[in-house]
């Protein structure tokens, strides 16, 4: 927000001084400054402002998969130890989760907890997916709404048609608004539009959005899942130090020699191992996280759903 406040007057000037329309209207920067203060008032220098605040799609996906990155920071050492626990096939004396994290540290040191990183990383990138699904499905949700309700709205011959079919109040469908004039919501601020954007969604839509974003982003990255599973549940070795290493010998020592082993061993099938209980577990499991989420946003802002 403070970098648009100080530094969108100058890309306003910086997009006059390059239009052929108006780049002959001003001699300079400090000339285009005074012009456009003195005939359109200070305002003049923020149009546009609200633009760089409502992300597109493309926006949202690539600081979701950004998120994953730093997300696997956390996730890589909470994976491995929750691996190592699930690949104990003893029905009886089973460690705690303490005691197999030290025994890590102790036996592979603090670096061990990261084994796995780079498979984690580009898994996780599928976050990118998570939020745009959730976002665009949550947009079409309320365009699919909106449109039916104006649809109602124009069903009486005697009302002419509205050029913008926006609803000003989504329970009366008599109302009807340009966007840009909702009296409710403070277009500059993107946190209230997107609150007022998807405040008209049930709980049935926010669901089915979460769990579309589940699907859609276990999807788009899951075969780098398996090769990540392989490598966490063995122990890293060095081939400097090892006496007579052979590759051959420690197939998931990194993510290629992974995923060389697995497309030999079971072809390109094997990188969808374990694909449909993930996915049947990813569909409840974020329908519910999108609907807490949105619950706790709803009453945090004290705006009803």
């Not at 969604?201 to 959005?209: D, K, V």
């Not at 197939?251 to 082993?261: D, F, G, I, V």
Request: aromatic share 10%; with cysteine; glycine share 8%.
């Amino acid at each position: 927000m403070s970098s648009l406040f100080v530094g969108h007057p100058l890309d306003t000037i910086k997009i006059r001084l390059q239009s052929s329309q108006t780049s002959g209207k001003y001699s300079g920067t400090l000339n285009a400054f005074k012009t456009i203060v003195r005939e359109e008032r200070v305002r003049g220098l923020y149009k546009g402002v609200t633009s760089p605040l409502d992300p597109s799609l493309t926006q949202i996906g690539f600081a979701g998969a950004g998120s994953g990155i730093m997300a696997s920071i956390i996730t890589t050492p909470t994976e491995l130890v929750k691996i190592r626990q699930q690949m104990m096939l003893s029905p009886t004396g089973l460690p705690s989760t303490y005691q197999v994290a030290l025994t890590i540290f102790r036996t592979e040191g603090f670096r061990g907890f990261f084994r796995g990183i780079t498979s984690t990383c580009v898994r996780d990138l599928g976050y990118g997916w998570y939020f745009a699904t959730y976002e665009g499905s949550c947009r079409l949700f309320r365009w699919w709404r909106t449109r039916r309700k104006e649809k109602d709205y124009l069903s009486d011959g005697s009302r002419a048609p509205h050029p913008y079919g926006v609803l000003m109040d989504s329970s009366d469908p008599s109302t009807l608004l340009p966007r840009n004039q909702h009296p409710h919501v403070n277009h500059a601020s993107l946190i209230e539009e997107m609150d007022s954007f998807e405040s008209e969604l049930s709980w049935a839509e926010l669901m089915a959005a979460g769990g579309l974003a589940g699907i859609m982003a276990w999807l788009s990255t899951f075969p780098l899942d398996p090769i990540k599973s392989r490598i966490q549940e063995t122990r890293w070795v060095s081939p400097s130090s090892t006496p007579n290493f052979k590759a051959s010998e420690h197939p998931y020592n990194n993510t290629l020699a992974a995923t060389r082993s697995i497309y030999r061993e079971l072809g390109w099938k094997g990188m969808w191992a374990g694909l449909t209980p993930t996915l049947i577990r990813a569909v409840p499991t974020n329908m519910v996280t999108f609907l807490v989420f949105e619950m706790i946003m709803s009453a945090a802002g004290g705006k009803p759903r």
